[in-house]
């Protein structure tokens, strides 16, 4: 039982020495591991927050970027909208004023068309009515001219058959017979007859 005691003692010393060393080997290990665990949790977690701080600032820089490259995008997209709306609305009121141009000028092309027509006919209509009247005039001065040619030509040979009547009746009493009564009396036929032909004369020329 001594034995055993002694034995049971020394075995439980063994086994307290070596609960504690195993014991405090464990806990070495264990602590280097978690120190190992711990360090690189450590780093890893660090590595995270640098990670998501780099990350974090790149997306906020890229967001930033993005921010003002949308805005850049929107004011260019508003500038241009405003530049193609007064480019529309410069071309929109050239076209309403070249329309307007083109609609006057030809208002004014057929106004100044259908004046410069009813000039021309008024000239024409005056030509024609001048001529009509210069043709009526010449050919009244043309048959006037004719009925004076003819009345004058009448008149002529009128009067040289009066006169040479008259000279033939004349030599006829002057060669006639001697006797003064008949002479006489056949001049007093030829110069004091009641209507003579030189009486018709001289009421034409008067």
Known sequence: ????????????????????????????????????CGVTLNVVLWCHVICCFVVSRYMLFCGVTIYVVLWCHFICCFVVSLYMLFCGVTIYVALWCHYICCFVVSLYMLFCGVTLYAVLWCQFICYFVVSFYMLFCGV???????????????????????????????????????????????????FYSRFYSLHLFSFFNS
């Not at 049971?8 to 591991?33: A, E, H, P």
């Not at 060669?175 to 009396?185: E, P, Q, V, W």
Request: include cysteine.
């Open 1 to 36: 039982m001594l034995f055993c005691g002694v034995t049971l003692y020394v075995v439980l010393w063994c086994q307290v020495i070596c609960c504690l060393v195993v014991s405090r080997y464990m806990l070495f290990v264990v602590s280097l591991y978690m120190l190992f």
């Open 140 to 190: 009244t001065l043309y048959v006037v001219l004719w009925c004076r040619f003819i009345c004058c030509f009448v008149v002529s040979l009128y009067m040289f058959f009066v006169f040479l009547f008259f000279s033939v009746r004349l030599l006829s009493v002057l060669r006639g017979h001697s006797a003064t009564t008949a002479n006489d009396l056949r001049l007093r036929r030829i």
